[in-house]
């Protein structure tokens, strides 16, 4: 099984920054895209930012120019740094990843566990 494991999340005040980590382990022939989504008390899970094959990204538009994902393939890790946060980003951040798990195999849509970023005023 494919796993995602996640870090980075915590408390931190309006204005500060954060880094959040995934790295995907266990059985992986390859990685397509990968994502941050996060979804605040009350409110549906929304796409944070998005990175393809390649070197295509995409953003949400209240964290564009703030929020930046990256990856790095040979450690099958994607990061999301995330500067000049605001109380309205304190969510629940989660990582997913489509996958191809192992040789003819189709591709298969993983979740991590999720990290609860707060952001204080």
């Known amino acids: 099984q494919v796993q995602l494991v996640e870090s980075g999340g915590g408390l931190v005040q309006a204005g500060g920054s954060l880094r959040l980590s995934c790295a995907a382990s266990?059985?992986?022939?390859?990685?397509?895209?990968m994502a941050w989504y996060r979804q605040a008390p009350g409110k549906q899970r929304e796409l944070v930012a998005r990175?393809?094959?390649?070197?295509?990204?995409n953003y949400a538009d209240s964290v564009k120019g703030r929020f930046t994902i990256s990856r790095d393939n040979a450690k099958n890790t994607v990061y999301l740094r995330m500067n000049s946060l605001k109380p309205e980003d304190t969510a629940v951040y989660y990582c997913?990843?489509?996958?191809?798990?192992?040789?003819?195999?189709?591709?298969?849509?993983?979740w991590g566990q999720g990290t609860q970023v707060t952001v204080s005023s």
């Open positions: 997913n990843a489509d996958i191809i798990p192992y040789f003819g195999a189709n591709t298969r849509n993983y």
């Open positions: 990175t393809y094959s390649g070197s295509r990204t």
């Open positions: 266990g059985s992986i022939f390859s990685i397509n895209a």
